[in-house]
């Protein structure tokens, strides 16, 4: 995978600027003429080489998951691996999801940032353009999905723990106003120093926070009826077992 991301390299990375010409067209300027530079003879090739990694490993990943579940699997029970199974496959489902919101949203709104800080030159000011780096752009838009990815992981590891009887409901609720903060400290550290995409990812962290709250109390629900439907199966067996058996019938005379 790595080597086929690595063939098609500059295709990709034209890709991944799309987004920077949509803000472009949202800054009022021609999104024809976007430019990037690198300032070291080998920064493009290093670029592309990170890229390839970063393409080989999205598209490895699903074989990657299944490997890491076969080797767990024969260590968990048949229930277990039954809980385990949806929350691996909605696992990269998330992921994608936030990946797609960094691409289509976050990523043009953070440059529409970045790119109204310009100075045009006049008598009195100098001008001042936004040429990014290839590297150092490769690395903001990595690091947006990246840190967009794993926070959509949030409902999974919150119904897991919920399932594995580590959490609950009731604490995740408590812990609401701890975790609006510990989000935007969160976002602030994972993200570009600005106020857009620091908000940005908290807000969608903080929402995936009250779909885990909502998640844990389907699960607590689920398991008491499980709960509840085996205890009125075993109450009947105790029932079976206790009752007496039937005297035979008379031999004819």
């Not at 393409?55 to 074989?63: D, W």
């Not at 009887?165 to 604490?171: F, N, P, V």
């Not at 976002?187 to 908290?202: E, K, N």
């Amino acid at each position: 995978a790595f080597l086929v991301c690595f063939f098609f390299a500059k295709k990709l990375f034209n890709l991944l600027v799309v987004p920077f010409k949509w803000a472009t067209k949202w800054a009022g300027l021609d999104p024809h003429k976007v430019e990037l530079i690198y300032t070291a003879p080998q920064e493009f090739f290093f670029t592309q080489v990170k890229l390839a990694m970063f393409g080989g490993m999205v598209i490895a990943f699903p074989l990657i998951a299944t490997q890491i579940y076969k080797f767990i699997a024969p260590g968990l029970y048949k229930n277990e691996r039954n809980a385990f199974l949806p929350f691996l496959i909605a696992s990269p489902i998330l992921f994608l999801m936030g990946a797609s919101l960094v691409y289509f949203f976050f990523t043009p709104m953070v440059m529409w940032f970045f790119l109204a800080m310009q100075q045009a030159g006049t008598d009195e000011q100098v001008q001042i353009s936004l040429l990014p780096k290839v590297s150092e752009y490769l690395s903001l838009i990595m690091t947006l999905i990246f840190s967009f990815g794993l926070v959509f992981q949030l409902p999974v590891v919150t119904s897991l723990m919920t399932r594995v009887g580590m959490l609950s409901s009731k604490a995740l609720a408590e812990k609401r106003k701890w975790a609006i903060v510990i989000a935007f400290v969160v976002a602030a550290v994972l993200t570009p120093p600005d106020p857009m995409s620091q908000i940005g990812l908290a807000i969608p962290t903080i929402l995936l926070y009250e779909v885990a709250i909502w998640s844990a109390r389907l699960i607590e629900r689920s398991q008491e009826r499980e709960r509840l439907a085996r205890e009125k199966q075993e109450a009947g067996e105790t029932v079976a077992d206790k009752t007496p058996d039937e005297p035979p019938a008379p031999a004819a005379s």
